[in-house]
């Protein structure tokens, strides 16, 4: 069982920048892939960004690529978002998300386990 808290939401201006934190229970964390999504209101759920167990390997979606970045520390049970150049278009519900496998699951919000609350990220124009 892992719990999932995520914290560092909020307003910002767009240009502006924003780290989320997620933070793990549980003495496995290391076993599991990590993954922000996000919801937009009257849109589907999509995959942000995701970690390997290690952070040998990393995801990030094209809309993202070069403004954000995905981070994990295995010692304090923690994966990071870091969000720099912040568009309108990033406002979102952000979840972070962990399943065991990597691999073609990986952007397939079905089949992550366990799931945050959400945390609001907005981005004023």
């Known amino acids: 069982q892992v719990q999932l808290v995520e914290s560092g939401g909020g307003l910002v201006q767009a240009g502006g920048s924003l780290r989320l934190s997620c933070a793990a229970s549980g003495r496995t964390f290391s076993r599991y892939v990590l993954a922000w999504f996000r919801q937009a209101p009257g849109k589907e759920r999509e995959i942000v960004a995701a970690?390997?167990?290690?952070?040998?390997?990393?995801y990030l979606a094209d809309s993202v690529k070069g403004r954000f970045t995905i981070s994990r520390d295995n010692a304090k049970n923690t994966v990071a978002l870091q969000m720099n150049s912040l568009k309108p278009e990033d406002t979102a519900v952000y979840y972070c998300a962990a399943q065991k496998s990597w691999g073609t699951s990986t952007l397939d919000s079905r089949e992550y386990d366990y799931w945050g609350q959400g945390t609001q990220v907005t981005v004023s124009s």
């Open positions: 970690i390997s167990w290690s952070g040998g390997s990393t």
